[in-house]
């Protein structure tokens, strides 16, 4: 029951935190994303091109891989960007977490915001029902290996630019303060979901009913409904939306108030205003690209991304299912 481990997360780019993984022996650098369900590779099948600037996994260099006769997969994501390709099965370790017959996924085809990202591949934390591998649909990692956990759990600590870690197995006092608050998680849609029906900015409360969250540390910012994202940037001096960036905008120097969001019926996750400057959009650093934006036209959803996890440590614990979370 002791596979438990703690496994380094690396910031990159202020994009997404990349976990060295050894796959068959070979060593990919993955976006742990806990908004999908597929454990996917850059893989010697694609293109000399799409491999650029990248590690790949060779099937042919590992004694342990198995292929996956008949078995495809293709996924699109939210922003557009995809990938596809075949299946087999090999030894997977994260830290000190070993999964033997882990379904990994070759891809033969990736998008172009793929060729251009650090990753080599993606492991996806969310649950097993939205995984795209047919015609048997395949496990994540984190169900596979739960059974050998002392807690059937994982947690994410990204802190803002700084190396941070997913912990399997046991909740890491040392990568939060204060004490986790829990809300029970919905998983019929795949996702570590629940209701966040308000926010506050600066303190003034808005309802937002009916709306639901999802904790995705695949996505870079925090994405909510229209209506939170003008609230918000109102109350921002020199805040406007900019057609040529796609998000909204401000002064560098601006002053960010705080914004905070509840989490199922308990508190609040107060983001500090400090965590809302994402990045200066060129290299004057007079103009900033905020953290928080539009979530778009996925209705009733909030995505909680990595600005959330700056703030805040992820309990993803399988045993409710429920999401806990506390300061970092
Ligand atoms: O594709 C995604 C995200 C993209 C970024 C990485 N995590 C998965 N989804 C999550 C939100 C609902 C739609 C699907």
């Known amino acids: 029951k ?3 481990s703690s496994a380094p997360a690396s910031p990159s780019g202020g994009v997404e935190y990349l976990v060295e993984t050894d796959v068959g022996g070979q060593k990919l650098n993955l976006d742990f994303d806990t908004g999908s369900g597929d ?8 293109s000399a091109s799409s491999q ?10 590992s004694s342990t891989y198995k292929a996956m006769s008949g078995a495809t997969w293709r996924i699109i994501y939210g922003d557009g960007s995809g990938a596809s390709g075949t299946v087999g099965t090999d030894t997977v370790t994260v830290g000190g977490t070993t999964v033997k017959g882990q379904a990994v996924e070759l891809a033969n085809r990736v998008s172009a915001q793929f060729v251009q990202d650090a990753n080599d591949g993606l492991l996806g934390l969310s649950f097993s029902n939205i995984n795209t591998v047919r015609p048997t649909q395949q496990k994540t990692f984190f169900d596979n290996a739960k059974s050998s956990l002392t807690k059937p759990l994982f947690a994410a600590y990204l802190p803002l630019n700084a190396n941070g870690a997913y912990d399997f ?7 939060h303060t204060g004490s986790v608050a829990y809300t029970d998680v919905d998983s019929s849609g795949g996702f570590w979901q629940f209701p ?8 003034t409360k808005h309802s937002l009913s009916g709306v639901s969250a999802i904790a995705d540390t695949g996505t870079t910012l925090l994405l909510i409904a229209d209506a939170a994202v003008t609230t918000y940037y109102d109350a921002v001096q020199g805040a406007s939306f900019d057609n040529q960036q796609g998000g909204y905008t401000f002064p560098c120097s ?3 108030p705080d914004f905070a969001v509840r989490i199922g019926s308990t508190n609040y996750a107060t983001i500090p205003g400090s965590l809302i400057n994402f990045a200066p959009i060129d290299n004057s650093g007079r103009t900033c690209f905020g953290g928080i934006q539009s979530v778009g036209q996925i209705a009733g959803m909030s995505i909680y991304g990595d600005v959330f996890f700056n703030a805040y440590y992820g309990v993803f614990d399988d045993a409710g299912p429920r999401f806990g979370f506390a300061p970092i």
């Open 254 to 256: 601006a002053s960010l």
């Open 196 to 203: 966040s029906t308000s926010y506050k900015v600066g303190g």
């Open 39 to 46: 454990l996917w590779v850059f893989s010697t099948s694609l």
């Open 52 to 61: 650029a600037n990248h590690h790949v996994f060779n099937p042919s260099s």
């Open 2 to 4: 002791r596979q438990d």
């Open 169 to 175: 197995g046991a909740i890491n006092a040392r990568h």
